[in-house]
């Protein structure tokens, strides 16, 4: 948890700012993530805030819901309930998984999804490289978990000397390269 708390911080913050400078003529803009579009993706990440906020503290999952306008609150109250130790201890009953795997997914969640949204509405993100070293490591063990629940699609090639972040987007099926045509 010590560890994690800060680069959860970081991602969900830069995060945050990306959606703050979303403007709403942007909402209907194709995304990196195909099935999103810029609202869509913002909805997306509402409402992984609030999943998250509700399995840290041993809830239950939650549906989506539509597009709302809250994120940077929703991923404040969801860090809130992840800065208590007991939100890491355990399985969590809702996921079937370990707690500490839970947390990875949300940091994952926070960077891949704040460089879709920067991506798709031209905004700069420069991920945290401890957050990326981290993020990288925990997709290269979670990775065919992640396709087989849909959370990843199929690898993207990225040269082996690419930049860290861009050998991360390419396993979880993301090209690096993208832009919007």
Do not use: N
């Not at 993530?33 to 999943?51: N, P, Q, S, T, Y």
């Not at 549906?63 to 809130?80: H, K, M, N, S, V």
């Not at 809702?94 to 879709?116: I, K, N």
């Not at 957050?131 to 040269?159: C, I, K, L, S």
């Amino acid at each position: 948890m010590d560890h994690m708390m800060p680069l959860m911080t970081r991602a969900a913050e830069r995060t945050a700012g990306v959606v703050r400078g979303v403007r709403q003529e942007q909402f209907a803009a194709p995304t990196p993530c195909a099935k999103f579009d810029v609202e869509a993706l913002i909805a997306h990440l509402e409402w992984v805030a609030e999943l998250f906020e509700s399995l840290g503290g041993k809830g239950p999952a939650v549906e989506q819901g539509p597009y709302t306008g809250d994120f940077p609150e929703r991923a404040g109250r969801a860090l809130t309930v992840w800065s208590r130790p007991e939100a890491w201890e355990g399985d969590s009953a809702a996921m079937g998984l370990p707690m500490p795997v839970l947390g990875h997914m949300f940091l994952v969640d926070m960077v891949v999804h704040g460089w879709d949204l920067a991506k798709a509405t031209a905004q700069p993100y420069e991920p945290d490289p401890e957050t990326v070293t981290v993020a990288v490591d925990f997709t290269g063990r979670m990775v065919e978990m992640g396709r087989q629940r849909g959370a990843f699609g199929p690898p993207v090639p990225v040269p082996d000397d690419a930049p860290a972040f861009d050998r991360l987007l390419g396993v979880i099926g993301r090209d690096p390269a993208w832009t919007a045509t």
